[in-house]
């Protein structure tokens, strides 16, 4: 959801089964699931999911081994429970940002060119 979105119940909610679901679950399954979820939402509001799904599913992938390097470069330096917010916090970041990148290219890629 960007700025000038309005705001949507149904990526909200789909956020949130998502994120539950996804919970204690390695990329690939997070990745699968997040993509599901996107089909999902697109579907309830009419929308093509090709783009979300794509770019949800970067976002899962890239977002999650960012999560992983930002963990293992705290190593021992912070408690375990402060590396781990910390690490969810910059593979969220990560995520959301690649996943809005991806989804905003490709639907630009998808309009139709004016003459």
């Known amino acids: 959801m960007s700025g ?6 149904v990526d909200a909610i789909m956020a949130g089964v998502t994120a539950a679901a996804t919970t204690g679950k390695g990329i690939g399954a997070s990745a699968a699931i997040n993509m599901g979820g996107a089909a999902v939402g697109s579907g309830i509001k009419g929308e093509d999911p090709t783009n979300s799904v794509i770019s949800t599913g970067l976002g899962s992938v890239i977002g999650g081994s960012t999560g992983k390097v930002i963990s293992g470069s705290l190593g021992t330096s912070v408690k375990q ?16 940002a690649v996943g809005n990148t991806v989804k905003g290219t490709l639907d630009e890629a998808d309009k139709p060119v004016k003459k």
């Open 4 to 9: 000038k979105d309005p705001f949507s119940y």
């Open 81 to 96: 429970g402060t590396a781990d917010i910390i690490s969810n916090i910059g593979g969220s970041v990560t995520s959301e």
